[in-house]
Nanobody, 128 residues
Protein backbone atom coordinates (compact mmCIF):
# COMPACT_ATOMS: atom_id res chain seq x y z
CA UNK A 1 0.00 0.00 0.00
CA UNK A 2 1.47 3.30 -1.09
CA UNK A 3 1.40 5.90 1.63
CA UNK A 4 1.76 9.59 0.84
CA UNK A 5 2.69 12.18 3.43
CA UNK A 6 2.37 15.83 2.50
CA UNK A 7 3.94 18.71 4.35
CA UNK A 8 4.88 22.34 3.81
CA UNK A 9 1.54 24.11 3.72
CA UNK A 10 0.88 27.30 5.57
CA UNK A 11 -0.12 30.92 5.28
CA UNK A 12 1.70 33.39 3.08
CA UNK A 13 1.14 36.86 1.67
CA UNK A 14 0.44 37.40 -2.03
CA UNK A 15 3.64 37.22 -3.99
CA UNK A 16 5.20 34.83 -1.50
CA UNK A 17 6.46 31.28 -1.89
CA UNK A 18 5.84 27.90 -0.36
CA UNK A 19 7.32 24.48 -1.00
CA UNK A 20 5.20 21.39 -0.55
CA UNK A 21 6.68 17.95 -0.02
CA UNK A 22 5.18 14.54 -0.66
CA UNK A 23 7.09 11.58 0.73
CA UNK A 24 6.25 8.17 -0.69
CA UNK A 25 6.47 5.07 1.46
CA UNK A 26 5.24 1.48 1.37
CA UNK A 27 6.27 0.90 -2.23
CA UNK A 28 9.00 1.48 -4.76
CA UNK A 29 9.38 5.06 -5.94
CA UNK A 30 10.10 4.33 -9.59
CA UNK A 31 7.43 3.77 -12.17
CA UNK A 32 4.74 5.85 -10.54
CA UNK A 33 2.62 8.83 -11.35
CA UNK A 34 2.79 11.41 -8.59
CA UNK A 35 0.60 14.45 -8.84
CA UNK A 36 -0.41 17.52 -6.92
CA UNK A 37 -4.05 18.50 -6.90
CA UNK A 38 -5.92 21.22 -5.05
CA UNK A 39 -9.43 21.74 -3.90
CA UNK A 40 -11.45 24.57 -2.48
CA UNK A 41 -14.48 23.67 -0.38
CA UNK A 42 -17.54 23.42 -2.60
CA UNK A 43 -15.52 23.24 -5.81
CA UNK A 44 -14.15 20.41 -7.88
CA UNK A 45 -10.63 19.21 -7.30
CA UNK A 46 -8.23 20.43 -9.95
CA UNK A 47 -4.91 19.09 -11.13
CA UNK A 48 -1.91 21.32 -10.54
CA UNK A 49 1.16 19.34 -11.56
CA UNK A 50 2.23 15.79 -12.30
CA UNK A 51 5.42 13.84 -12.75
CA UNK A 52 6.37 10.34 -13.93
CA UNK A 53 8.97 9.17 -11.46
CA UNK A 54 10.88 7.08 -14.03
CA UNK A 55 10.77 9.23 -17.15
CA UNK A 56 10.68 12.42 -14.99
CA UNK A 57 8.39 13.97 -17.57
CA UNK A 58 6.33 16.58 -15.77
CA UNK A 59 3.28 18.64 -16.54
CA UNK A 60 2.17 21.93 -15.04
CA UNK A 61 -1.38 23.22 -15.34
CA UNK A 62 -1.74 26.43 -17.34
CA UNK A 63 -3.22 28.23 -14.32
CA UNK A 64 0.08 27.97 -12.44
CA UNK A 65 2.59 27.62 -15.26
CA UNK A 66 5.54 29.92 -14.77
CA UNK A 67 4.89 30.14 -11.03
CA UNK A 68 4.89 26.50 -9.86
CA UNK A 69 7.39 23.75 -10.55
CA UNK A 70 7.42 20.06 -9.70
CA UNK A 71 10.48 17.91 -9.18
CA UNK A 72 11.53 14.74 -7.43
CA UNK A 73 14.31 13.45 -5.20
CA UNK A 74 14.78 9.72 -5.75
CA UNK A 75 17.00 9.27 -2.70
CA UNK A 76 14.34 10.75 -0.44
CA UNK A 77 11.45 9.17 -2.36
CA UNK A 78 9.83 12.58 -2.44
CA UNK A 79 8.11 14.86 -4.92
CA UNK A 80 8.11 18.59 -4.36
CA UNK A 81 5.81 21.35 -5.51
CA UNK A 82 7.57 24.69 -5.46
CA UNK A 83 5.08 27.51 -5.53
CA UNK A 84 6.07 31.09 -6.21
CA UNK A 85 4.31 34.39 -6.90
CA UNK A 86 1.37 33.07 -4.95
CA UNK A 87 -2.03 34.63 -5.43
CA UNK A 88 -5.13 34.58 -3.22
CA UNK A 89 -6.79 32.28 -5.77
CA UNK A 90 -4.12 29.67 -5.02
CA UNK A 91 -5.68 29.23 -1.59
CA UNK A 92 -6.82 25.61 -1.31
CA UNK A 93 -6.12 22.26 0.27
CA UNK A 94 -3.33 20.66 -1.71
CA UNK A 95 -3.25 16.91 -2.10
CA UNK A 96 -0.51 14.59 -3.23
CA UNK A 97 -1.74 11.59 -5.20
CA UNK A 98 -0.20 8.52 -6.78
CA UNK A 99 -1.16 6.22 -9.56
CA UNK A 100 0.09 3.86 -12.24
CA UNK A 101 1.40 5.21 -15.53
CA UNK A 102 0.66 3.59 -18.88
CA UNK A 103 4.31 2.57 -19.09
CA UNK A 104 6.50 2.01 -16.05
CA UNK A 105 9.50 3.52 -17.82
CA UNK A 106 8.27 6.11 -20.31
CA UNK A 107 5.65 8.71 -20.92
CA UNK A 108 3.82 11.25 -18.86
CA UNK A 109 1.29 11.24 -16.07
CA UNK A 110 -1.06 14.00 -17.16
CA UNK A 111 -4.27 11.99 -17.12
CA UNK A 112 -6.16 12.62 -13.91
CA UNK A 113 -7.91 9.23 -14.00
CA UNK A 114 -4.60 7.51 -13.20
CA UNK A 115 -4.59 8.77 -9.64
CA UNK A 116 -6.26 6.50 -7.12
CA UNK A 117 -4.30 6.97 -3.93
CA UNK A 118 -4.38 10.21 -1.97
CA UNK A 119 -2.60 11.88 0.88
CA UNK A 120 -4.36 13.67 3.69
CA UNK A 121 -3.85 17.13 2.24
CA UNK A 122 -2.11 20.27 3.40
CA UNK A 123 -3.68 23.71 3.58
CA UNK A 124 -2.26 26.65 1.66
CA UNK A 125 -3.66 30.09 2.43
CA UNK A 126 -2.62 33.19 0.51
CA UNK A 127 -3.91 36.43 1.97
CA UNK A 128 -2.65 39.96 2.74
Amino acid sequence: QVHLLESGGGSVQPGGSLNLSCVVSGSTFNGKCIGWFRQVAGKEREKVATIHTSSTISDIDDSVKGRFTIHQDNAKKAVYLEMGSLKPEDTATYYCASGSPQSMYWGNCEASHRYNNWGQGTQVTVSP
